[in-house]
């Protein structure tokens, strides 16, 4: 006669480590997913930028057309590099300005803050309240007052007091992780505001500065609506000059694609060359 043992339940500790694979596995699925759907996009506009006119507006698409450069042909055929030399100069320029001044106005609203700090950052952060669109009547005015119309300098100082409120509360937060003992030994060594932040804070916020200074140039980078309006021929950007390759004749999908791939590589290859700074200093701004 066999006797069999019963076998005893399992803990909470086995069931959790029972479900923790499958859990998992789904949530590794969703990523994918989210990330195909990302992507396909952008994959779509590559392969469409290869493709002839005719071919990127059949209906339905032709996944194995023949490859084509006509699209590339006319976009540099059609003279890109003053548009795209005005847009990386606001957007370097404009962003230098905003390290300039927002990495000491947020080291004296964290490190050494002031009176009713919180009333300023929320001063900040309200100028990102009014839409864009109804403070542009008052700038184009302004502009066409002081002659500043068609000027890349307007547009600098445009993106500079753009970004300038964000790149505020980033570094803000940044600096908050500076630990204050090395502060005081600078102090107790005789450096000044300037040698501290030059020398001390900086280097230690590093990541933080470069995670500010790509999100500012995205967004002056990518900016349409202002330089839609206040340039015209001798200050016109590169989302300006992509817009003109939209027609009503049509038949214009493999020059827009082209054009936007190449419009946007300076992003990517500033993304592509800061990913480890940007992850860095995110995290490090997230986390207290």
């Keep these: 006669m066999t006797t069999t043992l019963a076998r005893p339940a399992a803990t909470d500790l ?58 590339y042909r006319s976009f540099f055929d059609s003279g890109p590099w003053p548009p795209l030399a005005n847009s990386l100069t606001a957007s370097v320029v404009s962003t230098l300005l905003v390290l300039l001044l927002a990495l000491p106005a947020a080291y004296a609203l964290s490190i050494k803050p002031v009176k009713k700090w919180s009333d300023v950052m929320f001063f900040f952060l309200s100028t990102k309240f009014l839409p864009v669109v109804a403070g542009l009547l008052p700038v184009y005015l302004f502009a066409q007052k002081v002659n500043l119309l068609d000027n890349i300098w307007l547009l600098i100082i445009l993106y500079t007091s753009m970004n300038l409120p964000i790149a505020v509360w980033m570094l803000r937060s940044f600096l908050s992780e500076v630990p204050t003992e090395m ?80 419009v946007s590589l300076p992003v990517l290859a500033a993304g592509f060359a800061a990913q480890d700074k940007l992850v860095q200093g995110l995290s490090m701004g997230a986390v207290r």
Excluded: Y
């Design 183 to 262: 502060l005081e030994a600078a102090q107790v060594d005789g450096a000044g505001l300037v040698r501290t932040l030059r020398e001390i804070v900086a280097p230690v916020v590093a990541p933080g500065i470069a995670a500010a200074a790509l999100i500012c140039f995205i967004f002056s980078w990518n900016e349409l609506l202002f330089a839609r309006v206040l340039t015209g021929t001798r200050a016109e950007t590169a989302p300006v000059f992509l817009t003109g390759f939209v027609t009503s004749q049509g038949l214009f999908l493999a020059k827009v694609c082209a054009a936007s791939l190449v």
């Design 14 to 71: 086995e069931i959790r480590h029972a479900k923790q694979p499958r859990s998992g596995v789904l949530l590794t699925g969703a990523a994918w997913i989210i990330a195909v759907l990302f992507v396909l996009p952008v994959l779509w506009m590559i392969l469409t930028s290869f493709h002839t006119e005719q071919d990127a507006a059949a209906n339905p698409p032709k996944l194995a057309a023949p490859l084509s450069l006509e699209g």
